[in-house]
């Protein structure tokens, strides 16, 4: 018998209620309905399918909550949802109209506390805290709002203590690398995966399938997400998963 | 057959009201214990904690351990099936106890076990037409560790674990098989063929 399989997870950016592309936040176009999308990478052999709301405001609206509840009758895998969570209640909201899985940010560094009390009421496996991470001298620090301010934390200590309050999996974002599509942070995700106890899904800067056979096997991350080689169809996530299996990583194979 | 969700008040019930649907039962969610107790057939889904569960469970407890000790089909899934047994060490009290056993830590470098990871079973009705060593989603952070063979099939994570059970038509999963795209589905529809009798 092998062991757990390494994880592919497309992320679906969702404003207004569409699925958008576009570097960051800028010069974001309309690409299909989440639903949609979400079924076809379900099609596809995804593992998990994450939504990302990038107006990061939205939470309590009717409309995203609509497009999770849609998903969540088609969609046979783990849906997370993350973006603009800002309270014990939004987090309880999502998980009722569908989410597996809700990522918080920005609130958790405000207010630790979050974690832990959405940890008891709903279980650590619901509960992914999201890491922005930049580049310092000597190490990375987190950034909250949307990566627009910096929190003065290291990255690597923050991801120790969110595992102490009770997170469940962390979603590790380099800053520097999300949007160039030139690989990700290898030496940061390694960093974060040693330090704690809990899975680490490394994100920002996938361009290629080598990017992710590295980021799981030398920077032994759990799962590996990726958007805009999805979202052009540059690559099936079967392509993935076939290149990967050939590589000797153990994947889900379902295609 | 009309399934009766258990509604903790938390998580996601979307999935697993589909996915029976699917398998051609009629599905509805309640929060009533004592609705839960008259079912024609109890799901008790996976998501929250061991603890609040049980306090949703706990004013009839006793109707529904009868119900489901008489014959009435009972699913498990994840903290629905570790709310089977007796005990949990999650939280302090007890368990609705159809199952001789307790929930224990998961004991692995790396906890939750989480993603979808290999079930050998032994070929028993509940995995009927799915393939040996066919992944699934888990996302546990307890196991159950029964003592009466009811174990169908074992998972490896740090060690070997029942992923699922049976006694009759009393069943527990450890793994999501609304989350486990196909198979999962397969299974779902095999306990609902299981609880009708015509599996």
Known sequence: MISLTKRIIPCLDVRDGVVVKGVRFEGLTAVGDPPELAVKYQEQGADEIVFLDVKASLMGDETLRAAVRKTAERLFVPLTVGGGVRSFDDVRKMLRVGADKVSVNTAAVAEPALITECAEAFGSQCVVVAIDAKKTDGGWEVHTHSGTRSSERDAVEWAKEVCELGAGEILLTSMDCDGVRSGYDIELTRSVVRAVTVPVIASGGCGTVQHIVDVLSIGEADAALAASIFHYDQYSVGDVKRTLAEKGIPVRWCC | ?199
């Open chain 2, 1 to 199: 057959m009309k399934a009766t969700v258990v509604d903790y008040g938390v998580g996601n019930l979307h999935s697993i009201s589909k996915g029976l649907e699917r398998a051609g039962a009629r599905a509805a969610v309640s929060s009533n214990p004592y609705d839960v107790a008259r079912a024609e057939c109890i799901v008790f889904p996976g998501v929250g904690a061991f603890g609040a569960a049980m306090q949703v469970l706990r004013p009839a407890i006793d109707e529904i351990r009868d119900a489901i000790t008489g014959g009435v089909p009972a699913l498990g899934i994840c903290l629905g099936m570790q709310v089977l047994f007796e005990r949990s060490e999650e939280s302090a009290g007890e368990g609705i106890g159809v199952l001789k056993g307790e929930a224990r830590r998961l004991d692995a470098p790396r906890v939750p076990h989480m993603g979808w990871n290999e079930v050998r079973h032994n070929s028993d009705a509940l995995f009927e037409g799915i393939e040996q060593d066919t992944q699934f989603y888990f996302a546990n952070s307890y196991v159950c560790v029964p003592t009466e063979k009811v174990t169908l099939s074992e998972t490896e994570y740090g060690l070997r674990f029942p992923s699922a059970v049976r006694k009759g038509r009393t069943c527990g999963v450890q793994f999501h098989p609304e989350k486990s795209s196909e198979p999962g589905l397969r299974l779902l529809s095999n306990f609902i063929r299981l609880s009708e009798g015509t599996a």
